[in-house]
């Protein structure tokens, strides 16, 4: 079957009105969730082994102290019992030859560790480490002419080893980006594999200073703190990243990425108890932060500035206070002020959970609701329950109204429309009190409780009342939930250009379902004019940011030529990035791609794979395509019977096709007793709907 055209998805797989905000108690059964730790521990005397490379003498733009840097974390890596290779002023060939000989010493097992000083940029999503005498003119030729991070990533994480850490203080301010189409600044966040972290010399995008001493100004922070003993390496780094932020004036903010399993320490050793200031002192201290931190996120006495936002949270939850970790957890989940984290966003919701945070406990009923695979939280709406129960029992408005939307749909708990409509007259009533005290984030639950609660609960105006207030005050949910009203003309009058002003109030504040959304309507031409290449432009932007239905989207667009060049290849990386993700549509097309080769290498059993995948979730096509590769035999053993129960699946959602091949199957007997009078019933039905093949086929039954 060919390729079906990107459709315009306006929905979303899971509500996004799911977090909200408050503080209370911890119970045992929260502890009890915890998701399983592995126990490694260091092992005495295991080797330790360390690539370092420090590249500065560029042609354009040369740096004075990546030289410097790597030269003095060589010395300081030694120190702490590392084999140390180290690389200065390398061209690709020598970087390249220099990992692979680092993937081969990480063999024997123990720690491996990465540092790499120089410049570095993302393009499309993906982050390269530039060699010395790089020729590189445009995004594309940082591909042949730059060194893959994710290269590095793949060899450490192949070696099995205990642990590797990744060090990049490679986000000094590009000279290769100018001429670029996006305008590149800084690196891409990446996700660690397990049992790997990765440390940034600064936020995702945005840029570190070179220094003005004999080292960068994050290494040398980090060459301070390696010194100290007793420290875990996330102690280490959360120290640098307080240092670089101190010396910086707050304009760098060093990040990490982490999946580790055990504990390292660069020096053993008892680390010094720092003085104590105090709980009241502490908590005083904590409380202020995180309160400047709503200020910014919700504009409200200070600009709205979420990577501000961020920042206040950050260093409130390093201070132990639970509601800021809560936030964070929001933060990380829908990608404001950060790229989108899931792990780390159910690191912070499990630890305000774990303190009793019912916005934190709230957090982690919508991870088991979505379930988290990649940090080892399966979907389970029992879990989401328990969790929302928790945080309802606290008074937590929006954690009301997701007990309300369990019983109302028998997620997790038996249906029940009269605990739904209860609790969802407990979350309105704690919800309007809330959002009178102008609390935006508590508008916005107000309007979606309202539009989407029980039936009795229900008030459509009065949710686009509320919706638009929020909206009004910079709420990126809101308004594309307000975009989404008009454009049905649910609540108020249809107006597509209204639609479009709100969405694209949205997705400019970097929303990935609202740029998602913003590019299905420029591809429709709803509310603003036609544009297919504008369209691209969105989905890229909403794909980059893991939002799954862009990532399909824009495979879509590639590999139809609409709006961007034709590129089957490019097509089959973005369906795989939301196959992976589990999204059925894109599961199908990637197996039509490994079916017929393009784009990919042909492999038949993969693609069966994926039409499995697909057609164990419902997708009508994937059934259908499954069927036929049983019937031909091609990518797993012949089997009629089986061939004949993908088709049935399919015909009976409507399929033409399957309904054909159904049809045929029973007027030959084939996987199925010869049936000609359910022959026909197929047959007619397929041939109702155009198709020529299920004419002829009739007209043969009927002679």
Request: aromatic share 8%; proline share 4%; glycine share 12%.
């Amino acid at each position: 079957m060919l390729l079906r055209p990107g459709r315009v998805l306006f929905g979303c797989l899971l509500p996004c009105l799911l977090l909200g905000q408050a503080a209370g108690q911890t119970s045992g059964e929260n502890r009890a969730l915890r998701p399983q730790q592995d126990s490694s521990a260091p092992v005495p005397g295991e080797q330790r082994v360390a690539l370092v490379i420090g590249n500065g003498a560029y042609r354009e733009s040369p740096l004075r102290n990546p030289v410097n840097d790597a030269k003095a974390m060589a010395s300081a890596l030694r120190a702490c019992g590392f084999q140390v290779d180290l690389i200065l002023d390398a061209g690709r060939k020598q970087m390249l030859d220099a990992v692979r000989g680092f993937g081969q010493k990480l063999g024997a097992g123990g720690v491996g560790l990465f540092y790499y000083a120089g410049h570095g940029m993302a393009v499309r999503g993906a982050n390269y480490l530039i060699p010395v005498g790089a020729d590189i003119a445009t995004e594309e030729d940082v591909q042949s002419e730059g060194l893959d991070a994710n290269t590095v990533v793949a060899r450490m994480d192949t070696a099995k080893n205990r642990l590797n850490l990744l060090i990049l203080d490679a986000c000094r301010n590009n000279p290769f980006a100018r001429s670029f189409r996006g305008g590149s600044r800084g690196l891409a966040q990446m996700e660690a594999p397990s049992g790997t972290f990765i440390a940034f010399a600064t936020a995702p995008g945005a840029t570190a200073a070179d220094g003005d001493g004999a080292n960068g100004l994050y290494t040398q922070q980090l060459l301070k703190t390696l010194r100290e003993p007793g420290l875990k390496v996330e102690e280490v780094f959360k120290k640098v990243r307080i240092g670089v932020k101190q010396a910086s004036h707050d304009q760098q903010v060093p990040w990490d990425s982490s999946s580790l399993t055990g504990d390292f320490y660069f020096q053993p050793g008892t680390a010094p108890v720092p003085a104590d200031p105090g709980p009241r002192v502490q908590d005083d201290r904590a409380r202020g932060m995180f309160e400047k931190g709503l200020a910014y996120h919700r504009g409200q006495g200070l600009p709205r500035n979420d990577s501000e936002a961020l920042l206040q949270f950050l260093q409130a939850a390093d201070l132990g206070y639970a509601p800021a970790m809560a936030y964070l957890g929001r933060m990380y989940t829908f990608g404001w002020g950060t790229p989108v984290q899931v792990r780390k966003a159910l690191e912070y919701f499990q630890k305000a959970a774990e303190a009793g945070d019912p916005l934190g406990q709230n957090g982690m009923g919508f991870m088991y609701l979505r379930g988290v695979p990649e940090a080892g939280i399966e979907k389970d709406p029992r879990q989401a329950f328990r969790w929302f129960q928790l945080a309802a029992e606290q008074g937590l408005g929006i954690a009301l109204k997701n007990v309300a939307d369990a019983y109302r749909l028998g997620q997790g708990v038996t249906p029940d429309q009269g605990r739904a409509v209860l609790y969802a007259r407990r979350a309105q009533e704690a919800l309007v009190k809330a959002a009178d005290s102008g609390d935006v984030d508590a508008m916005a639950w107000l309007a979606n409780l309202l539009e989407t609660g029980p039936e009795a609960a229900r008030d459509l105006d009065l949710a686009a009342s509320w919706y638009r207030k929020a909206a009004e005050q910079g709420d990126a949910m809101a308004q594309r939930s307000l975009s989404l009203m008009f454009l049905a003309g649910r609540g108020v009058a249809k107006d597509e250009a209204q639609a479009a002003t709100w969405m694209r109030r949205a997705a400019e504040q970097g929303n990935a379902q609202a740029q998602n959304d913003l590019g299905a309507m420029c591809a429709k031409g709803l509310g603003l004019a036609k544009s297919e290449e504008q369209a691209v432009l969105w989905y890229r932007q909403a794909a980059e940011q893991g939002e799954v239905h862009a990532q399909y989207n824009l495979g879509t667009m590639l590999a139809g030529g609409r709006g961007v060049a034709k590129s089957e290849e490019q097509a089959a990386l973005w369906f795989r990035k939301a196959a992976e993700q589990g999204l059925a549509d894109a599961q199908n097309n990637l197996g039509v791609l490994c079916q017929s080769g393009r784009g990919v290498a042909k492999d038949e059993a993969q693609a069966v794979a994926w039409y499995r995948k697909a057609a164990e979730q419902g997708h009508m096509y994937a059934q259908n395509n499954l069927g036929a590769m049983y019937k031909t035999g091609r990518g797993v053993a012949a089997d009629d019977g089986l061939a004949v129960i993908w088709y049935r699946k399919s015909a009976e959602q409507g399929y033409l096709q399957a309904q054909y091949n159904l049809g045929w199957c029973c007027a030959h007997g084939v996987g199925t007793p010869k049936d000609l009078e359910q022959a026909a019933v197929w047959l007619k039905k397929s041939a109702d709907q155009g198709n020529d093949a299920a004419v002829q086929e009739l007209k043969k039954l009927g002679r």
